[in-house]
């Protein structure tokens, strides 16, 4: 698992998503950090593990570069390898009262995921938490959404882990060229290329009109149609697919990380049982937890909104970057029978992925990371956000190691999030 990553696979400018999710790293309402929990069976040799971090960051690019974004939005932000990169603010280690637990690696998660990025510096940091029972140890992988997604994330981070507790030492590759760009120089770099990006624009805008003339002129009532039906599946995508919950309208940012193990071969057999996915059995299993919530509080409701994250990233695809979107689903939490829940989000999940603006998100993207910070804060404080949002992220098969330490536990957690 210690490959050399291809940087020339990685794009260097900032796609207009990453972007929306690196401004919204300022407010903790639209803060998205990705955290990967591991429980080790040993507590690594820090000299190890710091040094295994050393290679890793000389070999994923990303984990060396920070976002320059220009003065004035004359160029997208762009990844620059950071001439001010300190390993030691990105790896540290801390101890918790012995003899601690999952419990007290779990607030120190919530804790790393509630504070902000140093944006100006590389957007991750591992952490070695030690004075764990019998001598375990834990680690906190964070990493900022604007630099990948869930699925990205897990081949990034591949090269962190070994196949073998003491596998032959890995060569240590040379340290990235370091690049002085300012957000001036780039603001100054955008405006002597933007004759050429103006030309570029205009020559794809006018090749994209007469494209769509060329269509309107040979079939009109199929171009209009199209339009018609694409409008008419946003708003689809973008609605709200239920009411919300009296329980959860209205929360505030205080959260509480915990987590539940369950055997992925259970679970694989309820959803065999069931006719569906592991997927459709985890947001089955889900969702009637939630209606016992509901229940239990004198709540009783038939449907939530539930927000799911859909991936979208090929296998030629750099790790790199976000390729998901989201749909929205009428959780049944009322429904009492396991099977028919699954039956129904399985159905709900079918419909959504053959919207045709399923990535609705993806194409408006563009236009709003023009607009101004307080006018996205406002936009995002007007749109009614689900209730629950829930995703699944498929973890390494077999055992992992990480500098000599045995991988007991690997959790994905996320900032109001229900992660599996």
């Not at 960051?57 to 004359?74: D, G």
């Not at 100054?188 to 004759?195: A, E, K, S, T």
């Not at 408006?364 to 209730?387: G, I, R, Y």
Request: net charge neutral; glycine share 8%.
């Amino acid at each position: 698992m210690g490959d050399l990553v291809d940087a020339a696979g990685l794009p260097t400018e900032l796609g207009a998503l990453d972007y929306l999710l690196h401004r919204g790293e300022a407010n903790p309402r639209t803060r998205s950090g990705i955290m990967g929990l591991e429980l080790l069976d040993t507590t690594p040799d820090w000299d190890r593990f710091r040094s295994l971090f050393e290679n890793v960051s000389r070999r994923v690019l990303r984990l060396r570069q920070k976002v320059v974004v220009p003065t004035l939005p004359t160029a997208a932000p762009r990844w620059v390898v950071d001439p001010d990169f300190n390993l030691d603010f990105h790896v540290r280690r801390i101890r918790v009262p012995e003899p601690g637990g999952l419990r007290e690696v779990l607030d120190l998660a919530e804790l790393a995921l509630q504070s902000p990025m140093d944006i100006q510096r590389p957007l991750w940091s591992a952490t070695l938490v030690e004075g764990l029972a019998e001598g375990r140890a834990a680690t906190l992988m964070h990493l900022s959404h604007a630099v990948t997604d869930g699925v990205g994330g897990a081949a990034m981070f591949g090269r962190i882990y070994d196949l073998e507790r003491d596998p032959p030492p890995r060569s240590m590759p040379p340290q990235p060229v370091p690049q002085d760009l300012s957000a001036n120089d780039l603001m100054r770099d955008g405006i002597n290329h933007l004759p050429i990006a103006m030309l570029g624009g205009a020559r794809d805008v006018l090749l994209g009109a007469l494209s769509m003339a060329t269509r309107t002129v040979r079939d009109p009532l199929s171009a209009v149609t199209g339009a018609i039906t694409y409008a008419r599946s946003g708003a689809r995508v973008m609605s709200q697919a239920a009411e919300s919950s009296p329980l959860l309208r209205r929360r505030s940012l205080a959260s509480r990380t915990e987590a539940i193990d369950v055997r992925l071969s259970d679970l694989h057999r309820a959803a065999k049982a069931g006719g569906g996915s592991i997927n459709d059995a985890y947001l089955a299993a889900l969702s009637g937890a939630l209606g016992r919530y509901h229940r239990a509080l004198g709540v009783p409701i038939a449907t939530l909104p539930m927000a799911i994250p859909v991936n979208l990233r090929a296998d030629a695809d750099p790790a790199g970057g976000n390729r998901f979107t989201g749909v929205n689903l009428a959780a049944p939490v009322g429904v009492a029978d396991p099977v028919e829940r699954m039956k129904r989000i399985r159905a709900q999940m079918t419909q959504r992925r053959e919207e045709p603006a399923m990535d609705v998100i993806g194409s408006v993207a563009p236009l709003l990371s023009f607009f101004p910070s307080p006018v996205l804060e406002k936009m995002t404080e007007s749109v009614v956000a689900a209730d629950v949002q829930a995703s699944n992220v498929a973890f390494y098969p077999g055992e992992t190691y990480i500098a000599g330490a045995k991988v007991l536990r690997h959790y994905f957690d996320h900032p109001l999030f229900v992660e599996m």
